[in-house]
Structures are given as C-alpha cells and as structure tokens.
C-alpha cells in the first residue's frame, strides 16, 4: 500500500514528504522492519510517539501520528491524523480485508474466559466448522499452536492474526476479550457475532480505578458498536445483571431463579461430572471430564454461545464430551500414588475460592493449598487471598507466584496479613519447595491445589524469567519422594 492511499481512509489525514510504499503496519518499534510503516498509538503506560525516531532508525519509511505531533522522522513520510488509534478504525480493514471474514464470538470476565473457548472451539469443530482461538494460553487454528504474550493483541496484531486465520479458511473465532483491551479500544471495528459474559471479581485494580470502572470496560463489548449478534449472560453474577438489563435479547444463564440456560441436575464423578440442561434448544444431558458447579457455569456459557450461532445439541453435546482437560484449568497430575492433585490458574479471590470450594466435593479427606500472589500487580487482592485460602483450607502453603520486582517476603506478608489463625499456615517462598511439603503432608483422602500459575511454564523473579510449569514440578517431587 502506499501512503498516499491513507489519505482516501483517514479522514483530516495529510501527507508530509514523498508518497512511500510499505509492506506491513507495526505499532510496536521494536518490531519494525525496513519497508514498514509505524503508527504511533498512545497506550496506558506509554505514548507511541516518543518511539518514532526508534522506529525509522529500525527502517520504518512512513510513520502514521497525530497532526498536533511532528516529530524527527528524518527521511520519514509522515501521515498526520487527528487521532492514530481512531484512524485504525479505516485503515486495519483496508490492509486486511479477509480479518472481518470469521464470525467472532467474544468472551469476556474475570474467571472462565479461557475455559469458555475450549468448550467453545470442542462444539464448533463437532459442528463441521473450522475454529480459531485467540486467548491467555495461545492462539489456535488449522493445528497451529502459537504462545500468547497478551490475552487480547494490540489492534495491528489481532487483525493480522484474524487475517491469517481466514487465510486458513477458518470461519470462526473464540476470543477472550479482556478489560485492558476494551479500555484500550484493541477491539477496534470488530463486530461479534455472540459476546458472553463469564462473571466479575476483584482483580486488575492496579490498572482500573475500581471496580465500577473494571465493569465498564467490560460493557464495552456489548456496545452496538461491537456486538452485531446476540448477548450470553451469567445472571446469576450480581455485575450480570446489572449488564442484562441494557442488553436486548439477552440469554441468560445460571442456577439461581429463572434463566434462560439452567442446569436441571448435576452429578459429581470421579474425574468429571454428568449435568443435564435446559434451554431455548431444549434439554441435553452430558457427561464431561470437567470438574465442578464452576465448570457448570463454564458449560452454560460455551452452550449458550453456541445456540446463538445456530449450532445443534447434537454437536453441543458431543463437544463437551470430546473435551478432555483445559490446560491449567482444575488440571489433575496424574500419579499412581492415589494423590489427588490439581493445578490451577486462579490468582484472584473469587478463583481461588471456587477452586478451593471444588476441591472440598472432590474430597474426603482435608485440603491443602500451595498459593501466592503475583507482584506489580493488585496488592489489595492479597489479603483478601489470604483469607479466602485459610478459611476453605485445612492446610495453607504460602510461596510465591511471579514477584516481579517486588521482595517475596513483602508479598507473603500482605498475604498473611489477612488470615486471623496462623497456626496451620506454613511460609515457603520457595515455590519447588512449597510444593514438596504440600505433597509430603498429605494423606489419603487428602486434595491438594496448586494455585496461581496454572499452565505457565516460568516464574518472574526480579528481572529473570525462568522455567517453572507447577505440574512438572509436581510429577518431580513426586519422583523424588516415592522414588518413582
């Protein structure tokens, strides 16, 4: 494309210097290639036009930024517009044509999202369809795997990745939608054939300023700008129904009161569950390797999605089944030692007492938590962790998670901080070492969660990443105890 050819997307666009063409778009410097364009976008920690002059050293000939900034680009075409991130809203459309080609279903929450589009992507796939996922873990399509750096990309990123994936003539795509990203505006004039809503709790308070500001970055994906179909909504989440009630034609789902998706009956079974529900589609019974009343919610939510897409019970129903196991997600680590040890992503208070209540069902015996809190992030949820852990756990190890910057000791100690009785908690910073002891006090009957990282493979101390999968490190304690 030319640069000139912006100036017909863009309007209140101007062209300073001589008429460039370029091969792809970055928005970040570092990425930027001789032949590429940049377009500074102004983010919540940094202003994409104090990276200008990096990004034309990288090679950058044309530079997209706003008309109140003329920065040093030397040897730089310049393309002025009023605003660069709404200027995207034209030009990402143009550079990929096909990313609007797939049907998207959005998937936004504080817990599920992730769980949510596998069950989502197993019924789909049953259905006949090709499906992509753009999510925590990966992004998936076509037998592709590749590792996420953000939940939801930056707006360049997601369009390229969406084109790609039509490409490969995927037709759908399961998206978790984050709150940083709809604050951010990444979703920019994307329509969503479905958009759900999970549930909120407590979590990302260091970027949001509370929690009615969390919730209105959520809403945002229910915006008629964005939302072309139709709304699946957890009703039973009191944040839900303030949501449903200024969406039209909304699905409910939930256990409590009347829902437009309820379960009629759920049973627990080792290693899954069998749960029957009903619905606009009519009533379907399943028997899932999902664990749990949240994994229920989870289930709703995927069913629901589907129904609005036109999906049949039959591909629903055989879906869930296909589905063995969500990386991280209530994750067993099996061993021939009869130990019943789960791992799970859950670093926020409402996860972690999800989890911890899941694990007093799957259990005669008592529960024993390893858990700690990540740091530079949310440092009022600690305490509150805390007290969740020591209230639905017989036995707390608190270790650390990903400390960042931050002292693990200070961390610990907000951690601690919110439990009354100590005296059946344990403090080991080390997080290989707090799993051992965890397995090393069990007993039989015993469950144990491994919470916080669920299917990350490293640990973020100071400024080194290192490897650290808590499921490895638990198949190693257990070589090392039992002797095989």
Known sequence: ???????????????????????????????????????????????????????????????????????????????????????????????????????????????????????????????????????????????????????????????????????SRVDAVAMEVSSHSLDQDRIVGLSFACAVFTNLSQDHLDYHRDMDDYFLAKKKLFDEK????????????????????????????????????????????????????????????????????????NIMAAVGAAHALGTGTDAMIAGIEALEQVPGRLEPVRNSHGLTILVDYAHKPDALKNVLACARTLTRGRVISVFGCGGDRDRTKRPVMGAIASELSDLVIVTSDNPRSEEPSAIIGDILAGIADQSYVVVEPDREEAIRQGITAMKEGDCLIVAGKGHETYQIVGGRKTSFDDRECVRKCLREIFGS
């Open 226 to 297: 964005h939302l072309a179909g139709r709304a699946v909504i957890n009703a039973d989440d009191p944040w839900g129904q303030k949501l449903i009630s200024g969406v039209p034609g909304a699905l409910s789902f939930g256990r409590k009161g009347r829902r437009d998706i309820t379960v009629r009956s759920l049973r627990n079974l080792p290693g899954g569950m069998i749960l029957t529900l009903t619905g606009p589609f009519g009533e379907l019974t399943v028997r899932t390797h999902l664990m749990a009343e949240i994994n229920a919610y």
């Open 1 to 167: 494309m030319k640069a000139s050819e912006l100036l017909s997307i863009v309007r209140g666009s101007a062209l300073v210097g001589d008429d460039r063409e370029f091969s792809r778009l970055q928005s970040d410097s570092r990425a930027v290639r001789p032949g590429d364009a940049f377009i500074a976008l102004k983010g919540s920690l940094s202003d994409g036009h104090a990276f200008i002059e990096k990004a034309v050293e990288a090679g950058a000939g044309v530079v997209v930024c706003r008309s109140d900034s003329m920065p040093r680009a030397q040897g730089a075409t310049l393309v002025t517009v009023p605003d660069t991130r709404a200027a995207l809203e034209g030009i990402l459309p143009a550079l990929f044509p096909r990313a609007l080609k797939p049907r998207l279903l959005g998937i936004t929450g504080t817990s599920g999202k992730t769980t949510t589009t596998y069950i989502l992507e197993s019924i789909l796939r049953q259905a006949g369809m090709n499906p992509g996922v753009i999510g925590t873990i990966d992004m998936r399509y076509g037998g592709l795997s590749i590792p996420a750096n953000n939940t939801t990309p930056g707006p360049v990123e997601l369009y390229e990745a969406l084109d790609t994936m039509a490409k």
